[in-house]
């Protein structure tokens, strides 16, 4: 196990009914609050009206920030900067899903900073000080809610780049998961998606002696495989809603990834996915995950004991032969996603119609996400090429 650093300020307040506790939740950093929410789900749920009349029962001023968009787009980080500098506001108060915390974040270091917003992606070591962030996630996928890391697009560039910093952490995250009930099918899978790849990315590592991280993320993973699809057909169903959401704040909160060394690759790809088309970052990462999986299997045979021990320990297949038991476990999550997650599992059925982009991104994939370095498999671009163009059709077995 390497050292590490874990620094999580975030004050969790986990369950239902908690939401009275939001002026005392805020008032610590100030009564001047940027309200940011997405393209209209909280105003559907009726969470907007309640959250309203409560800043205002507590005299707090807000100023809102609307339609921040899936995949949200450095315009809009840009004008929360600008409301935040026009109205000196103290605190930003986030409610949606990861994107909304997402822009929220790059809003609350842009604020203090003095250029353009997209430098602050491009390079967080220009992330100085930032405003203090208080969120209410309404979807469970990302992590972000307890962690330092921000994605933001820049449709004009076709980038989708990460960014972060530790001021950047939640203060507090409000985790109701009630407000999840209205989460979509297509959502819900592409959350479960993204908290088992953030899993994945972690899990398949080179780093010896990580029997702690490896035992938390293989449970994680576990917890996700089961309540899934409860989800999917019982939306309202409290104790799956709490174990996903739950599951995703600890995939990605530096529980299982500390103490290990190396790179992430599927996100790297799928962020070009989604740079180049805006599709659905989950759902994206479900498609190439199991060709990944495949590639590494054929193409590197040192990674057929960890791809069995996934096999073994998360799906309970049994059998001594690593290879066999590897390839079946991909088999396993392939069929999870396709049949129990119901996700169109090629890239056609998203709308990747066409292959003459798949050089460029593989190419961009291969610089931003530097997967020919310390990755679990290091990728070259004609690897990267080979996994997308794998994931045009179904995979067979
Ligand atoms: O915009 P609204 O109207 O709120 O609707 C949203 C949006 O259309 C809707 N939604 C959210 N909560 C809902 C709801 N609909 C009904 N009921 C609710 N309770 O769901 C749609 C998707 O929302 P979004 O916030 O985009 O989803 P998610 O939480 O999956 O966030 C995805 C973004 O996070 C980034 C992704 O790349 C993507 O941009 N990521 C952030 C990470 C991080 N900060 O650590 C790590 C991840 O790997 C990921 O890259
Ligand atoms: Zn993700």
């Not at 000080?129 to 994605?151: C, F, K, W, Y």
């Not at 970052?281 to 590197?300: K, V, Y």
């Not at 996603?337 to 003459?356: A, H, N, R, S, Y």
């Not at 370095?373 to 080979?386: A, I, K, Q």
Request: hydrophobic share 40%; with cysteine.
């Amino acid at each position: 196990m390497e050292n590490f650093r874990l620094h999580i300020p975030t004050d969790i307040r986990f369950g239902k009914d908690r939401l009275g506790e939001l002026p005392e939740a805020l008032a610590p950093f100030g009564k001047k609050v940027l309200l940011t929410y997405g393209g209209g789900s909280i105003k559907q749920s009726g969470l907007y009206g309640k959250v309203l009349d409560l800043l205002v029962e507590g005299g707090f001023e807000v100023v809102e920030l609307s339609g921040i968009e899936p995949n949200p787009r450095i315009e809009s980080v840009r004008e929360g900067a600008r409301l935040i500098k026009e109205h000196q506001l103290d605190v930003i108060l986030a409610v949606g899903g990861g994107s909304v915390v997402d822009a929220s974040k790059v809003i609350a270091a842009a604020a203090y900073y003095d250029g353009d917003a997209w430098d602050l992606v491009l390079d967080s070591s220009k992330i100085g000080r930032a405003v203090p962030i208080v969120d209410i996630l309404t979807l469970a996928a990302t992590g972000t809610e307890m962690n330092s890391g921000a994605v933001i697009s820049n449709l004009e560039t076709k980038e989708k780049l990460g960014t972060g910093g530790l001021q950047l952490i939640p203060r507090v995250s409000f985790l109701d998961p009630t407000l999840t009930y209205t989460v979509s099918k297509w959502q819900t899978a592409a959350g479960t998606a993204d908290m088992l790849s953030h899993l994945f990315e972690q899990y398949f590592n080179r780093t010896e002696g990580v029997d702690v991280q490896d035992s938390l993320a293989e449970g994680l993973m576990k917890t996700a495989i089961k309540h899934g699809p409860v989800a999917i057909k019982e939306p309202e169903n409290y104790t799956a809603r709490a174990n996903l959401l739950w599951t995703s704040t600890l995939s990605l909160n530096g529980l299982v990834g500390r103490g290990r060394n190396g790179g992430w690759t599927c996100h790297a790809i799928e962020h070009e996915l989604s740079a180049y088309y805006d599709i659905t970052h989950g759902i994206g990462l479900a498609i190439l995950t199991p060709r990944w999986m495949a590639f590494c299997l054929d193409n590197d045979s040192t990674t057929h004991a960890k791809f069995a021990a996934y096999g073994r320990n998360v799906w309970g297949i049994s059998g001594n032969d690593d290879e066999t038991v590897a390839r079946e476990a991909v088999k396993k999550t392939y069929d999870f996603f396709k049949q129990d997650m119901e996700i169109p599992m090629t890239l056609p059925e998203v709308g990747i119609e066409t292959k003459e982009l798949v050089p460029e991104m593989s190419q961009h994939a291969v610089r931003n996400g530097g997967l020919d370095g310390n990755t679990f498999v290091p990728l070259s671009v004609r690897d990267v090429e080979t996994i997308i163009l794998n994931s045009f059709q179904e995979m067979t077995f």
